[in-house]
């Protein structure tokens, strides 16, 4: 059984940093994109970024551009987002996700494969 395992959250003041790991298992799966997806309380859920595991291509949030980053280690199954200049309003739980399902102008928006979440949270 495919499982996304996230780590790294936490609680930063804001202009902090935070990056967080999302490990997949076994270690022969793969997905040909993996993202990362926010919901805050009361909130929808939100995308953050995406990567494309062949050829690294990403796409990010515009709130999230600049500050964000994702990437990936093919060797370990693992995918990555570093996260710079953290504002109170990144506070949320994010989720790693694999195997797009939809996608909206050509960049994913819906996953198959979700993990259980991370806390991140920024303080003011």
């Known amino acids: 059984q495919v499982q996304l395992v996230e780590s790294g959250g936490g609680s930063v003041p804001a202009g902090g940093s935070l990056r967080l790991s999302c490990a997949a298992s076994p270690n022969t799966y793969s997905s040909n994109c993996m993202g990362w997806f926010r919901q805050a309380p009361g909130k929808e859920r939100e995308g953050v970024a995406v990567i494309y595991t062949t050829g690294g291509s990403t796409y990010y949030a515009d709130s999230v551009k600049g500050r964000f980053t994702i990437s990936q280690d093919n060797a370990k199954n693992t995918v990555y987002l570093q996260m710079n200049s953290l504002k109170p309003e990144d506070t949320a739980m994010y989720y790693c996700?694999?195997?797009?399902?939809?996608?909206?102008?050509?960049?994913?928006?819906?996953?198959?494969?979700w993990g259980q979440g991370t806390q991140v949270t920024v303080s003011s």
């Open positions: 996700a694999a195997d797009p399902v939809d996608y909206v102008l050509g960049i994913p928006k819906d996953f198959g494969v």
